[in-house]
C-alpha cells in the first residue's frame, strides 16, 4: 500500500515559484500503470486538477495552468514534484498529490500566497 | 474542458435515508466517472470508479449508476460515517474535473 507526503513552503510571495515534493512509500514510484497527479482544492473554486506524469516523465497539465507549471519525477528519490510560477494570492489552496487509477492520495498541504 | 455539474449543493437527510446525488456531465464520458467522499481536513477518498465499480473496502450501501452524461451516486440507507461531502469526477479526457460537491448534511 502506497503512502505519499507533500513537503514544502507552507508560504510563498506572489510573483515567486511555488515548489512542492511528494515522496512516495511503500512502493516504488516506478512500478508501472499509475499517474502521478497534483491537485488542489479551494473553497471558491473546488477540487482541481493541475497535471501529472508518468514513470516515463511524459506530463499532462491543465490547460489553465499549463504556461506555469512543472511537474517532474525523481526516480532516485521515490518522489514526484510541482513547480508553479510566477504565483498570485488565487494560487492560495490545499494541495494534494495523488495517484491513479489505483487512488492514493496524501494529507494535503495548505501553501498560502502573501507578502 | 469537461464542465462537471453535481447536484444539489446540500443535502439534508436522516440516518437510514436513501440519499441520491446526480452528476452531469457537458458532454459524454462514456463511464469513466468517480466519486469520492471527503471530510473536514482530509484528502477525497474513492468510493467508486467506472460509473459502477466500488473500491474495495468501501461499503455496500454506496453505489453509483450512469453512463454518457448523466450519473448518480446513492447510499441505501444513510450511516452517521455518511456526512461528508461527495464528489464526482471525470477522467476520460484531459483536463480531470470535477463537480463541485455535494454536502450532505445532518436533517
Known amino acids: 500500500q502506497l503512502q505519499l507526503q507533500e513537503s514544502g513552503p507552507g508560504l510563498v510571495k506572489p510573483s515567486q515559484t511555488l515548489s512542492l515534493t511528494c515522496t512516495v512509500s511503500g512502493g516504488s514510484i516506478t512500478s508501472g500503470g499509475y499517474t502521478w497527479n497534483w491537485i488542489r482544492q479551494t473553497p471558491k473554486k473546488g477540487l482541481e486538477w493541475i497535471g501529472n506524469i508518468y514513470q516515463s516523465g511524459n506530463t499532462n497539465y491543465n490547460p489553465s495552468l499549463k504556461s506555469r507549471v512543472t511537474i517532474s519525477i525523481d526516480r532516485s528519490k521515490n518522489q514526484f514534484s510541482l513547480k508553479l510560477r510566477p504565483v498570485t494570492a488565487a494560487d492560495t489552496a490545499v494541495y494534494y498529490c495523488s495517484t491513479w487509477p489505483v487512488s492514493y492520495w496524501g494529507q494535503g498541504t495548505l501553501v498560502t500566497v502573501s507578502s | 474542458d469537461i464542465q462537471m455539474t453535481q447536484s444539489p449543493s446540500t443535502l439534508s437527510a436522516s440516518i437510514g435515508d436513501r440519499v441520491t446525488v446526480t452528476c452531469r456531465a457537458s458532454q459524454s464520458i462514456s463511464n469513466w466517472l468517480a466519486w469520492y467522499q471527503q471530510k473536514p481536513g482530509k484528502a477525497p477518498n474513492l468510493l467508486i470508479y467506472?460509473?459502477?465499480t466500488l473500491e474495495s473496502g468501501v461499503p455496500s450501501r454506496f453505489s453509483g449508476s450512469g453512463s454518457g452524461t448523466e450519473f448518480t451516486l446513492t447510499i441505501s440507507s444513510l450511516q452517521p460515517d455518511d456526512f461528508a461531502t461527495y464528489y464526482c469526477q471525470q477522467y476520460t479526457i484531459y483536463p480531470w474535473t470535477f463537480g463541485q460537491g455535494t454536502k450532505v448534511e445532518m436533517k
Open positions: 467506472k460509473a459502477s
